[in-house]
């Protein structure tokens, strides 16, 4: 995936092939079967140019992680998606910032004393 | 001599921990202070609202129509004992089959949600290290896809507003939930909840076993990292990053402030845990007594 958003246009499974082969040793098909299920599920868009397909990234990283973060936000509302994913702090329970200042203050110097 | 007692107890029982338990439960606070134990007696009242639901109809069935039974005008217990056990089996059965479904639906939902997650955080992840995910994003974030396949996330918000120690704690946090794997409690709850009829469903019942599983993670983080790195991530996080129209303000006493003053009592122990502990055997003890009682009171 990052071999497809450094490149500006679009790339065989042969490009991506030799671009990642610089750094580890993969299979031409490994390359040819994750680019295939990407595909399916429509991370990138790819079309047919001869016999081979050409890849190109659907969006762009910043939109997919924008896109990735509203998703686990809006699993907070949604009543049956909430236990699929733990969140650190749900957005509605946060409180008043010098509110919890307070308290932390509050909590140390308890424990200290 | 039989008894229509134990079996009308037995149904009170499944009404009592199935719909009012749950509504008294998030009232007592001091039950946050042992998270263990108060969602160990959460869980036992669970089951327990399960069981006594289960038990009623058989129960009636074998004590209302028992040998010996006190209905003179009919007569042929053996037919009747029959009769009444098949609409029992009908009843408990339609019942199990409710909860199963429920049960097979949550869980299903919940799975491919995670792998959805779980699919687009590996592709987008800007940093990867083990489990654990970065996304590039400004916002304060962080969550875990808990499973056999588990993701910690953290976005890069997150990461650069976060001590060294904090994000110690925050990872300390979501490793908690992971291993102890809070979600299959969770989950169990939820099953619950989507079981029973939605009118009678509690919200804040909800709300308060996740608070208390965030407490759980919190405690075990506290003990590993310290009271101070704990709750400093608490605040931090509850910083935001950017500003998101929140719905309504905060509560003063919400959740982080609830968390952050319970953090020393992480560390001590709460002699609050033995009746929290004896409750809960009881509890749980009751749907069998009761059943015993009215077999006997059959003979």
Known sequence: MDVLWDSDGQLSVRDVHERLGKDRDLAYTTVMTVLDRLAKKKVVTRVRDGRAWQYSPAATREEMTAATMRGSLEALDADDRKAAMLHFLGEASAGEIADLRAALTEVTEQQSS | ?299
């Open chain 2, 1 to 299: 001599m039989s008894t229509a007692l134990p079996v009308l107890a037995l149904a009170a029982l499944a009404v009592f921990a199935s719909v009012l338990l749950p509504r008294l439960l998030p009232r007592i606070s001091w039950l946050r202070r042992t998270p263990a134990a108060a969602l160990t007696l959460w869980q036992v009242a669970g089951l327990t609202g399960v069981s006594a639901a289960l038990l009623t109809a058989p129960a009636a069935a074998l004590s209302l129509f028992g040998p010996g039974d006190s209905v003179p005008a009919l007569t042929g217990g053996t037919v009747q004992t029959t009769v009444g056990l098949v609409v029992a089996a009908i009843l408990s059965g339609g019942m199990l089959v409710l909860l199963l479904r429920s049960g097979h639906q949550v869980g299903r939902s919940l799975r491919s949600n995670r792998r959805e997650q779980r699919h687009v955080v590996d592709v987008v992840a800007s940093r990867t290290d083990g489990r654990l995910r970065v996304l590039d994003h400004p916002g304060r974030s962080a969550y875990c896809l808990p499973g056999l396949q588990s993701r910690v996330v953290l976005t890069q918000g997150a990461v650069n507003a976060l001590s060294g120690t904090e994000l110690e704690a925050v990872l300390a946090h979501e490793h908690a939930h992971v291993r102890s794997r809070h979600d299959l409690m969770l989950e169990f709850f939820t099953v619950l909840h989507r079981t029973v009829p939605a009118r009678v469903r509690s919200e804040p019942a909800l709300a308060e076993v996740h608070l208390l599983i965030e407490l759980l993670a919190d405690r075990q983080a506290a003990r590993r990292v310290g009271v101070s790195a704990m709750g400093g991530a608490l605040v931090t996080m509850a910083g935001r990053g950017h500003p998101r129209a929140t719905l309504g303000e905060a509560a003063a006493d919400g959740d982080a402030a609830v968390r952050i003053r319970a953090l020393p009592g992480h560390l001590r122990f709460q002699p609050t845990v033995v009746p929290v502990v004896l409750t809960g055997v009881a509890l749980g003890l009751l749907p069998w007594a009761l059943l015993a009682w009215g077999l006997w009171t059959r003979s």
